[in-house]
């Protein structure tokens, strides 16, 4: 199965776990780029956020669509997406806005929505039930 990996970018190194480990089990596992280049450097997307929170300019918002649009080509060619909830600032499986934007994209084009954790109690919480995404309960083998 082709899958794209969605998740905050504060989870960079669980997502690069769980596509080597999905990648084992025979799948395509896309993910979202290492990098972005800012006024001609190459900076980590952890970096990239920790400037765009300190100084959101208008370079950095084109940084921020070009990235959406990359993401979104991956769920085009995907089958599904894996939502990686994990806990972040306080939030039980937290899935931010990127990412229920991601979801939406997905649910709108018909693949398959897997949550890695079960649906945070957040004000979205029922748009995320009604896209009925599957529970994977951090189980991986249930990917099919």
């Known amino acids: 199965m082709k899958i794209t990996i969605c998740s905050s970018a504060f989870f960079t190194k669980e997502c ?8 084992q089990e025979n799948h395509l596992v896309f993910i979202w780029s290492q990098g972005v280049e800012v006024n001609g450097n190459v900076v980590s997307m952890k970096d990239y956020h920790t400037m765009r929170k300190n100084n959101f300019t208008e370079d950095l918002l084109k940084i921020k669509k070009s990235l959406i649009d990359e993401h979104i080509e991956r769920i085009k060619n995907s089958d599904a997406v894996l939502v990686l909830n994990f806990d972040k600032n306080s939030i039980k499986n937290y899935i931010g806005g990127n990412t229920f934007l991601e979801m939406g994209f997905a649910y709108v084009l018909g693949k398959k929505i897997f949550l890695l954790n079960p649906i945070p109690d957040i004000n979205y919480k029922e748009e995320i039930e009604a896209m009925r995404p599957v529970i994977l309960d951090s189980d991986l083998s249930k990917i099919r």
Do not use: M, Q, V
């Not at 690069?16 to 990648?23: A, F, M």
């Open 16 to 23: 690069y776990e769980i596509k080597k480990r999905l990648e």
